[in-house]
């Protein structure tokens, strides 16, 4: 794990003012890795690299080249099949230099070209240089697990692992992008491949970049629909199911560093410890995080998940009573706003489990993969309805005829499926937890951001993508929540978030539950063992119940939050009101003062719950203030070092 930084320029050479901010890129990159930093500097092309040392710890420091130096490399992430690639390689006649799993990538690319990617398994960001070719290749894992930003202009390309590096080099500019901003507004996360700085894009998952003789070329080169989904299944498709996740938490394994596992006691989670824990010769350690006294406390399962796994097992309690400066801290952390409140706590436990170990599993993409939301049950519920009403009463089933004639035939959630299905399915994703819904952002936007949006949805821009990931397949409305889930929610939000929460902190996190042979294999189930009328994650929970006690099998599934509704009408009222509105930096440039008023008002007084759209203002607000204005966030100077919880006996 590791954090790269470069420039190329397809034609012409780096002047040495243009060379002197890598540098300070690699600098703002030093807590992703601790452990050291390299260059490479050939005449049109500066690379850098920190490193965080977990595979090869003598010898694997970056870049890395070939055999004669024509082809050099920076990585951030993990190969997970190595050591099979460097078998195959030396056969091939290649000669390797170092131990490191990343020494791969030059001599695949030797063989393979820009199809090398194809190969490999693992999570990653690379950034790859052809001194003969004089061509940059850069690529990101399936999912988008490690992440890519880059800026290009002319013939120049900037890339680096974080967006704070590429504002190190005054031709990117602090400058908002009003579209990433009506998408966050809805989506409370910025979809790939825009960010919320103008001009500066991120590399979408699954896709590579090549740039040569001054032209930039992005091409997908993997979709998990590239599986088509069976008719039916049998225990033979189970006992496959349950293979393929021992062997994705057995791959994940490899390090030279102590492992440990993020452990929040539902079944993703404890499904990885317990595999894991089979795997290991030595006694994992695990980390959950407290919250006494509250629902979201899960304490108790995460405690008998790691007596079923046989791990130790450390609890972190979480302190409210800093909030702010919580909140505060992840604004400055986080360049990409990402107003997921299950970050402060993530970060909490994050700068904890780093006392102990280097690398940690996840239970991160188990949902996701595995169809285990809400909203795939209840889409799952409305086709069975909609295969009963199409029999009965044809007629019915245009939604507004639906309305007139039956306006609550079912009960109001599935009316509200059945007009979420009528939405794009990266629209009808986020419809069922709408947070700044169409004629409210429209209302809180000052009239220039309103102009600037008011005819483009925050979803079109990402429909061709969806389309893409497709390929060519024509899936129903599960499937289309799903794709948009992987190729939306998890690099935008949640990858985003494990990514920079660790790695604040010089932590490693993997998820053997994205592991794509393990994708596909699920991918291929029914739908009846994705999701129905009664279950999520059918498939998944039947595994489950192989190899976990009854109580975490069939526990309710709970969300990885914090009582953050509660907070903003009692303890955070009123550095709610001072942030958003007596020192707000963007209230009046880019809102109306009169909405969040009302907003904040209705809140308080207990009128609507209005949690999900104060938080994504305060998030925004102290984002801007710190990566556009650059100035203080509005409480005490925090960086990732401070505390986020206090230790308790496990």
């Known amino acids: 794990m590791c954090g790269i930084a470069g420039f190329f320029d397809a034609c012409q050479d780096l002047s040495p003012r243009v060379r002197g901010y890598r540098g300070k890129m690699v600098t703002a990159l030093a807590h992703r890795g601790p452990d050291g930093r390299g260059e490479f500097d050939a005449a049109a092309v500066a690379l850098g690299h920190s490193r965080l040392s977990i595979i090869d710890l003598q010898t694997g420091a970056q870049p890395l080249t070939n055999e004669d130096g024509s082809?050099?490399?920076?990585?951030?992430?993990?190969?997970?099949?190595?050591?099979?690639?460097?078998?195959?390689?030396?056969?091939?006649?290649?000669?390797?230099?170092?131990?490191?799993?990343?020494?791969?990538?030059?001599?695949?690319?030797?063989?393979?070209g820009s199809a090398c990617v194809e190969k490999?398994?693992?999570?990653?960001?690379?950034?790859?240089?052809?001194?003969?070719?004089?061509?940059?290749?850069?690529?990101?894992?399936?999912?988008?697990?490690?992440?890519?930003?880059y800026h290009f202009e002319h013939s120049r390309l900037t890339f680096a692992s974080e967006i704070k590096a590429l504002l190190k080099c005054p031709w990117v500019a602090r400058q908002v992008d009003l579209l990433a901003l009506d998408q966050f507004l809805f989506y409370q996360f910025v979809p790939p491949p825009r960010t919320m700085f103008e001009g500066v894009q991120q590399l979408p998952p699954a896709h590579w970049m090549r740039v040569e003789h001054g032209r930039l070329q992005i091409e997908r080169y993997w979709s998990l629909s590239d599986g088509?989904?069976?008719?039916?299944?049998?225990?033979?498709?189970?006992?496959?199911?349950?293979?393929?996740?021992?062997?994705?938490?057995?791959?994940?394994?490899?390090?030279?560093?102590?492992?440990?596992?993020?452990?929040?006691?539902?079944?993703?989670?404890?499904?990885?410890?317990?595999?894991?824990?089979?795997?290991?010769?030595?006694?994992?350690?695990?980390?959950?995080?407290a919250f006494p006294g509250t629902r979201y406390d899960e304490t108790a399962q995460?405690?008998?998940?790691?007596?079923?796994?046989?791990?130790?097992?450390?609890?972190?309690?979480?302190?409210?009573?800093?909030?702010?400066?919580?909140?505060?801290?992840?604004?400055?952390?986080?360049?990409?706003?990402?107003?997921?409140?299950?970050?402060?706590p993530l970060m909490a436990l994050s700068r904890e489990a780093s006392r102990f170990v280097k690398v940690v599993l996840t239970g991160d993409g188990g949902d996701e993969i595995n169809a285990g939301y809400e909203k795939y049950r209840r889409v799952a519920d409305s086709r069975t309805w909609h295969r009963w009403l199409a029999r009965r009463m044809p007629g019915l089933l245009d939604t507004r005829e639906l309305a007139r004639c039956c306006p609550d035939p079912l009960g109001y959630r599935r009316l509200r499926t059945r007009l979420a299905l009528k939405l794009s399915p990266q629209e009808s994703g986020r419809y069922f937890t709408g947070f700044w819904e169409g004629w409210q952002r429209h209302k809180l936007f000052a009239p220039d951001v309103r102009k600037a949006v008011v005819d483009r949805s925050p979803a079109l821009p990402l429909?061709?993508?969806?389309?893409?990931?497709?390929?060519?397949?024509?899936?129903?409305?599960?499937?289309?929540?799903?794709?948009?889930?992987?190729?939306?929610?998890?690099?935008?939000?949640?990858?985003l978030k494990t990514d920079y929460s660790t790695m604040s902190f010089g932590l490693e996190a993997r998820a053997p539950l994205l592991d794509h042979h393990l994708a596909t294999v699920a991918n291929r189930l029914p739908d009846r063992l994705k999701a129905t009328a009664?279950?999520?994650?059918?498939?998944?929970?039947?595994?489950?119940?192989?190899?976990?006690?009854?109580?975490?099998?069939?526990?309710?599934?709970?969300?990885?939050?914090?009582?953050?509704?509660?907070?903003?009408?009692?303890?955070?009222?009123?550095?709610?009101r001072e942030i958003l509105l007596d020192s707000s930096a963007t209230t009046g440039e880019f809102f109306q003062r009169r909405t969040i008023e009302r907003t904040i008002d209705e809140h308080l007084l207990g009128r609507h719950n209005h949690t999900g759209r104060l938080y994504t203002l305060l998030v925004f607000e102290l984002w801007f203030r710190h990566h556009i204005l650059e100035t203080d966030t509005g409480v005490r100077d925090t960086t990732p070092e401070d505390r986020f919880g206090e230790s308790v006996a496990a």
């Open 71 to 112: 082809v050099v490399v920076v990585a951030n992430g993990e190969i997970y099949n190595h050591l099979e690639l460097r078998n195959e390689l030396a056969a091939r006649g290649h000669r390797f230099r170092t131990d490191s799993d990343c020494e791969v990538l030059v001599h695949l690319w030797e063989e393979y």
């Open 120 to 149: 490999l398994r693992g999570m990653f960001a690379f950034v790859l240089y052809d001194c003969q070719q004089r061509v940059l290749f850069a690529a990101r894992d399936r999912f988008g697990q490690k992440p890519l930003f």
């Open 228 to 289: 088509t989904t069976g008719e039916g299944a049998d225990d033979d498709d189970l006992d496959r199911f349950e293979q393929a996740i021992d062997d994705a938490v057995a791959s994940h394994l490899v390090s030279d560093v102590p492992v440990g596992i993020f452990l929040s006691g539902g079944i993703d989670s404890s499904i990885v410890a317990v595999l894991a824990a089979r795997h290991s010769s030595d006694t994992l350690e695990s980390f959950s995080i």
């Open 302 to 344: 995460a405690r008998l998940a790691s007596r079923s796994a046989g791990t130790n097992h450390h609890v972190f309690e979480f302190q409210p009573h800093d909030v702010p400066e919580q909140i505060a801290a992840a604004a400055r952390a986080f360049d990409q706003p990402v107003a997921d409140r299950a970050i402060l």
């Open 463 to 495: 429909q061709a993508g969806l389309e893409e990931a497709a390929a060519g397949r024509d899936p129903n409305a599960l499937d289309e929540l799903a794709l948009w889930d992987q190729t939306g929610y998890l690099a935008g939000d949640l990858l």
């Open 534 to 576: 009664a279950q999520t994650k059918v498939a998944l929970r039947q595994i489950a119940a192989r190899l976990l006690p009854k109580e975490l099998v069939e526990r309710p599934k709970r969300g990885f939050g914090v009582p953050m509704k509660r907070w903003l009408q009692n303890e955070l009222s009123g550095w709610t």
